[in-house]
């Protein structure tokens, strides 16, 4: 056994890292000539594990418009569904619940108020419209009842 060891050639290690352990970064001369993409393998073999790199983070999508619009939608698309109005996209069947689309229409006219002052033209339009086709079809609903 002692022969075996002696053959072995000795193991190299290189510091890789962008800073230092004192939090300098290092110059791109003292980090090797490789890229750290080509320097970490993709599968890494050892006695007893096999480990791989981890796969890179998706980007992050951006979102589109204005939050409080999407906000508006989405209790808007809730009030609808709630009204019968639109299918429960899943079960694909329309069912009215008019408590929960009471609550719902509330929430949006508590929103709204809470908001007064704040809003652009175009929130306050959407706002308004939204919350007069859900009470249209509310009343429509109550009273076909």
């Known amino acids: 056994m002692p022969d075996q060891e002696s053959k072995k050639e000795p193991i190299k290690v290189t510091?890789?890292?962008?800073?230092t352990p004192g939090g300098d970064r290092r110059s791109p001369e003292s980090?090797?000539?490789e890229s750290q993409a080509a320097a970490q393998p993709e599968m890494v073999l050892g006695e007893g594990f096999r480990m791989s790199r981890a796969p890179e983070e998706p980007k992050p999508r951006d979102l589109p418009g204005s939050h409080f619009n999407l906000l508006i939608l989405s209790?808007?698309?809730n009030a609808f569904m709630q009204l019968g109005e639109i299918p429960?996209?899943?079960t694909?069947?329309?069912e009215t619940n008019l408590d929960a689309a009471?609550?719902?229409i509330d929430m949006i006219e508590t929103l709204r108020a809470k908001t007064r002052g704040n809003l652009t033209a175009e929130e306050e339009h959407l706002i308004s419209e939204i919350l007069?086709?859900?009470k249209l079809a509310y009343v429509h609903r109550a009273s076909s009842k």
């Open 31 to 33: 980090q090797g000539t």
């Open 102 to 104: 009471r609550h719902t």
């Open 15 to 19: 510091d890789r890292r962008s800073f």
């Open 88 to 90: 429960d996209p899943t």
């Open 92 to 94: 694909g069947r329309t």
């Open 132 to 134: 007069s086709e859900l």
């Open 75 to 77: 209790l808007s698309s």
